[in-house]
């Protein structure tokens, strides 16, 4: 089952498959940070789906036969 957990980065977070599992960012937000140094650092805090490939795979597969269908229904094709 899909896991959901708050996470940060310095750097804009992207979908990563390098693991054994899938970790998809979503609800992305930049915040400024102040440092220990004075200095202010920009930080993307969002929240992290995470899927097991499987999951993943399925969920796209379900996601592109509904894109398919609704373009067949609007264009007339079905």
Do not use: F, H, W
Not at 14 to 34: A, C, F, G, H, Y
Not at 53 to 74: H, V
């Amino acid at each position: 089952k899909m896991i959901k957990r708050k996470s940060e980065s310095t750097v804009y977070p992207q979908i990563d498959m390098s693991s054994d599992v899938v970790l998809e960012p979503i609800n992305i937000k930049t915040e400024t940070r102040t440092q220990e140094s004075g200095d202010d650092i920009e930080m993307y805090v969002y929240d992290e789906n995470v899927y097991t490939k499987e999951e993943y795979m399925l969920m796209q597969i379900q996601k592109n036969a509904a894109s398919t269908d609704y373009i067949a229904m609007m264009t007339g094709v079905m």
